[in-house]
């Protein structure tokens, strides 16, 4: 299938052939009829996009921030590889299309092969043949419905929010500052419920087409007496509610809002604008509300919401996302709502550059930009993209399934290059974007989104790098079809996974080599502190400034992430049972207590066979200012100290050992090349499958131990 894709770097936008998106549980295919050109928002991207670096770097200080904080901790080499990860990543552009179902993934309730429907969704309804949306953010549409118009969708969900938010009655008073398409859409809604309005621009094209579409009356910001003209209109009073839907860095709309509005009444912020007001003369002694407007509404950045499927209880939430969807669609295919001058262009898929040039150097007026795709030709669904030349077999058929940040920063790179024995067969990922340019960059000869293609006979070495909830599954099918395993860590989520990838394992009978992405151990300077601490039962200390992450967050989710104990803290588990060189026996933890239950902020004390005893720190309540990973080893008369993979300091006799490195280096490099030289050589796995098994049970023994308030024994 064809999408548009955009890289960030070059600014270069084409459409590209890509392997037709996965339908995943709680998913469904959709065939795009047409999709909406935001001109507003998608028009800031491609126009950030084409400027030079330093260009990229004004419009976004704070990137920059995260770019310099990245540099001073991990060092230039892995601040390069996040920053041209970023800049030559294949974007997808589009949130707002509408077609009709293809095909639909279990879990589904609702829809079937054949409707139509409109969808939502930055990442899922994109300018593409074909998009992968779930369910809470498609809307099944009437068989009569007019696709075209049913693709301003996510327009009009967020403008029906910003309606919700104003919260007017009948006979009322409303200003839309900005009549965009968000400003001519909340106008339409707006004045079909009997609510007077007001259309204010800088754009005397878009004050023209309100004053004869959408509003009662249309003024330019620079018409002379403005605000006497709006008390005028009002009765002297001022508008009941003022709603800003433009997107400027200026703060004259938030200003403006405050010498229109009545006393005591509402501004409702809808674009993206900043909220610094003057708090005299009009904020003040006016006693303005200030309320926000989120997006579709009530569900979006909902992990819970958009991608596991689950709804909100109508009685206590009305109006979700997705019923401001459903309304929206009801006032169009009603008439309700005429927003039929809202397509000012139409484009043929295939010519999309052409509008994006439209856009980007404002030739023309314009304002709703829709594309049409040819749907009486037959679209290919193709799974697998050929990507690179098909290469000689060799002792390892590598397959990489997930390709995220991680992976591309520090896996994907440490592959061997030109290796007669490595040769890089696919790659496989939901987004057909990440998968072609991981293909194309790191050398492999075909993207894919086929499981297929992965688990079979041409492929014996398997990487899996996705998502946590789906380690176990991609695990137990590799050792299946008898592939050798490097999974990310942690291998799985719960205790009866582990059970299941025990037996898998054991089932091989030795034949392949299971691994976990447990790094650190591979540091140089990790192995330089094992290789110089005395032997014999050892204390240990490892101190980790994780730092906050919001509860909100996949990796926090303990079903999708495990939460950070299972997620995280297994890595400082490993290293613990790795320097002492024997496996944990007990396990007693206690955590910070927190009203969200999120055990992030947890002392972890273990006991191992030898004698040894450690104690792992996982904080998430310090500083970002302190390094983030601090070891302290003593043994028989020495002590060992090392701070962050960067310095370490050996104390025994005579004059202590020291080491600092110019770039942190956290092992990955090391690990990679362990593991594929383990296959090659047929010998056993750097980290040995009792190992992963124990450091596996005793981070589950955490949590347990939290809950109980005991030592739990291995």
Same mark, same amino acid.
């Given at each position: 299938?064809?999408?548009?894709?955009?890289?960030?770097?070059?600014?270069?936008?084409?459409?590209?052939?890509?392997?037709?998106?996965?339908?995943?549980?709680?998913?469904?295919?959709?065939?795009?009829?047409?999709?909406?050109?935001?001109?507003?928002?998608?028009?800031?991207?491609?126009?950030?996009?084409?400027?030079?670096?330093?260009?990229?770097?004004?419009?976004?200080?704070?990137?920059?921030?995260?770019?310099?904080?990245?540099?001073?901790?991990?060092?230039?080499?892995?601040?390069?590889?996040?920053?041209?990860?970023?800049?030559?990543?294949?974007?997808?552009?589009?949130?707002?299309?509408?077609?009709?179902?293809?095909?639909?993934?279990?879990?589904?309730?609702?829809?079937?092969?054949?409707?139509?429907?409109?969808?939502?969704?930055?990442?899922?309804?994109?300018?593409?043949?074909?998009?992968?949306?779930?369910?809470?953010?498609?809307?099944?549409?009437?068989?009569?419905?007019?696709?075209?118009?049913?693709?301003?969708?996510?327009?009009?969900?967020?403008?029906?929010?910003?309606?919700?938010?104003?919260?007017?009655?009948?006979?009322?008073?409303?200003?839309?500052?900005?009549?965009?398409?968000?400003?001519?859409?909340?106008?339409?809604?707006?004045?079909?419920?009997?609510?007077?309005?007001?259309? =204010?621009?800088?754009?005397?094209?878009?004050?023209?087409?309100?004053?004869?579409?959408?509003?009662?009356?249309?003024?330019?910001?620079?018409?002379?007496?403005?605000?006497?003209?709006?008390?005028?209109?009002?009765?002297?009073?001022?508008?009941?509610?003022?709603?800003?839907?433009?997107?400027?860095?200026?703060?004259?709309?938030?200003?403006?809002?405050?010498?229109?509005?009545?006393?005591?009444?509402?501004?409702?912020?809808?674009?993206?604008?900043?909220?610094?007001?003057?708090?005299?003369?009009?904020?003040?002694?006016?006693?303005?509300?200030?309320?926000?407007?989120?997006?579709?509404?009530?569900?979006?950045?909902?992990?819970?919401?958009?991608?596991?499927?689950?709804?909100?209880?109508?009685?206590?939430?009305?109006?979700?996302?997705?019923?401001?969807?459903?309304?929206?669609?009801?006032?169009?295919?009603?008439?309700?709502?005429?927003?039929?001058?809202?397509?000012?262009?139409?484009?043929?898929?295939?010519?999309?550059?052409?509008?994006? @040039?439209?856009?980007?150097?404002?030739?023309?007026?314009?304002?709703?930009?829709?594309?049409?795709? @040819?749907?009486?030709?037959?679209?290919?669904?193709?799974?697998?993209?050929?990507?690179?030349?098909?290469?000689?077999?060799?002792?390892?058929?590598?397959?990489?399934?997930?390709?995220?940040?991680?992976?591309?920063?520090?896996?994907?790179?440490?592959?061997?290059?030109?290796?007669?024995?490595?040769?890089?067969?696919?790659?496989?990922?939901?987004?057909?974007?990440?998968?072609?340019?991981?293909?194309?960059?790191?050398?492999?000869?075909?993207?894919?989104?086929?499981?297929?293609?992965?688990?079979?006979?041409?492929?014996?070495?398997?990487?899996?790098?996705?998502?946590?909830?789906?380690?176990?599954?991609?695990?137990?099918?590799?050792?299946?079809?008898?592939?050798?395993?490097?999974?990310?860590?942690?291998?799985?989520?719960?205790?009866?996974?582990?059970?299941?990838?025990?037996?898998?394992?054991?089932?091989?009978?030795?034949?392949?080599?299971?691994?976990?992405?447990?790094?650190?151990?591979?540091?140089?300077?990790?192995?330089?502190?094992?290789?110089?601490?005395?032997?014999?039962?050892?204390?240990?200390?490892?101190?980790?400034?994780?730092?906050?992450?919001?509860?909100?967050?996949?990796?926090?989710?303990?079903?999708?992430?495990?939460?950070?104990?299972?997620?995280?803290?297994?890595?400082?588990?490993?290293?613990?049972?790795?320097?002492?060189?024997?496996?944990?026996?007990?396990?007693?933890?206690?955590?910070?207590?927190?009203?969200?239950?999120?055990?992030?902020?947890?002392?972890?004390?273990?006991?191992?066979?030898?004698?040894?005893?450690?104690?792992?720190?996982?904080?998430?309540?310090?500083?970002?200012?302190?390094?983030?990973?601090? =070891?302290?080893?003593?043994?028989?008369?020495?002590?060992?100290?090392?701070?962050?993979?960067?310095?370490?300091?050996?104390?025994?006799?005579?004059?202590?050992?020291?080491?600092?490195?110019?770039?942190?280096?956290?092992?990955?490099?090391?690990?990679?090349?362990?593991?594929? @030289?383990?296959?090659?050589?047929?010998?056993?796995?750097?980290?040995?499958?009792?190992?992963?098994?124990?450091?596996?049970?005793?981070?589950?023994?955490?949590?347990?131990?939290?809950?109980?308030?005991?030592?739990?024994?291995?």
């Amino acid at each position: 299938m064809q999408q548009l894709t955009q890289k960030l770097g070059s600014g270069d936008m084409v459409i590209q052939e890509l392997p037709v998106p996965q339908v995943g549980s709680g998913m469904l295919l959709v065939q795009n009829h047409y999709s909406l050109i935001s001109a507003g928002t998608e028009g800031s991207t491609v126009q950030a996009a084409r400027k030079s670096l330093l260009g990229k770097a004004k419009e976004r200080p704070q990137q920059v921030k995260q770019v310099l904080d990245v540099l001073k901790k991990q060092g230039p080499v892995q601040t390069y590889r996040a920053v041209m990860k970023k800049l030559d990543a294949y974007s997808p552009l589009g949130y707002s299309s509408a077609g009709v179902v293809v095909a639909v993934g279990d879990g589904v309730s609702g829809f079937t092969v054949g409707d139509k429907v409109a969808c939502a969704g930055a990442g899922y309804a994109n300018h593409a043949e074909l998009v992968s949306v779930p369910q809470n953010l498609c809307v099944k549409l009437k068989p009569e419905a007019d696709l075209k118009k049913a693709s301003y969708n996510t327009l009009g969900a967020i403008a029906l929010q910003g309606v919700h938010q104003a919260d007017m009655r009948l006979g009322e008073s409303c200003a839309i500052i900005g009549l965009g398409l968000l400003g001519q859409l909340a106008a339409l809604m707006l004045k079909a419920s009997g609510v007077r309005v007001i259309g =204010i621009d800088i754009d005397s094209h878009a004050v023209a087409l309100a004053e004869k579409q959408a509003v009662d009356l249309a003024l330019t910001r620079n018409t002379p007496g403005i605000e006497q003209k709006i008390e005028a209109f009002t009765g002297g009073h001022g508008v009941d509610v003022v709603i800003i839907a433009a997107a400027t860095h200026s703060t004259d709309p938030v200003n403006f809002a405050g010498a229109i509005a009545r006393k005591k009444g509402k501004v409702v912020v809808l674009g993206a604008v900043p909220t610094g007001f003057d708090r005299d003369p009009f904020w003040y002694r006016k006693e303005l509300e200030l309320k926000m407007a989120c997006s579709y509404g009530p569900g979006r950045y909902d992990l819970n919401y958009e991608e596991k499927g689950l709804d909100y209880p109508y009685a206590y939430v009305r109006w979700t996302e997705k019923r401001n969807m459903e309304a929206f669609q009801e006032l169009v295919f009603s008439n309700k709502i005429d927003i039929a001058y809202l397509t000012s262009h139409e484009f043929a898929f295939e010519d999309t550059p052409k509008a994006y @040039d439209m856009v980007a150097d404002k030739t023309e007026p314009f304002l709703g930009i829709v594309l049409k795709y @040819d749907v009486s030709k037959e679209t290919e669904l193709k799974n697998t993209i050929p990507v690179g030349i098909t290469k000689k077999s060799g002792k390892i058929e590598l397959a990489f399934v997930g390709a995220g940040s991680y992976a591309q920063g520090n896996l994907l790179p440490n592959l061997p290059k030109n290796h007669t024995s490595v040769v890089n067969k696919t790659v496989l990922t939901q987004s057909g974007t990440t998968s072609k340019r991981v293909a194309e960059k790191f050398g492999f000869e075909s993207c894919t989104s086929d499981e297929n293609k992965v688990f079979n006979h041409e492929v014996n070495t398997v990487f899996i790098t996705t998502r946590h909830d789906s380690h176990a599954a991609y695990v137990l099918k590799a050792l299946e079809h008898k592939q050798h395993v490097f999974v990310e860590k942690p291998l799985c989520l719960n205790p009866e996974e582990l059970e299941q990838i025990d037996m898998a394992y054991k089932a091989t009978k030795g034949e392949t080599h299971l691994m976990v992405g447990f790094n650190r151990r591979f540091s140089p300077l990790s192995v330089q502190l094992k290789k110089k601490i005395a032997r014999g039962p050892m204390t240990m200390l490892y101190r980790i400034n994780a730092g906050a992450i919001p509860s909100d967050s996949w990796i926090q989710d303990l079903e999708t992430g495990g939460g950070r104990i299972i997620g995280e803290a297994c890595h400082f588990i490993d290293y613990l049972t790795w320097l002492n060189g024997s496996l944990p026996v007990g396990v007693y933890a206690a955590a910070l207590p927190d009203p969200k239950g999120l055990n992030d902020t947890i002392n972890i004390t273990l006991e191992f066979e030898n004698g040894s005893t450690g104690v792992v720190a996982y904080y998430a309540n310090g500083s970002k200012e302190l390094p983030k990973e601090y =070891i302290e080893v003593f043994s028989s008369g020495t002590s060992g100290i090392l701070s962050d993979f960067k310095e370490l300091k050996i104390y025994g006799k005579g004059k202590p050992f020291k080491k600092k490195l110019w770039n942190q280096d956290k092992g990955q490099a090391g690990m990679v090349k362990s593991f594929l @030289d383990a296959i090659i050589e047929a010998k056993e796995t750097p980290v040995t499958y009792a190992e992963i098994h124990a450091v596996t049970r005793a981070t589950f023994a955490v949590l347990e131990s939290i809950k109980q308030k005991q030592r739990i024994a291995l």
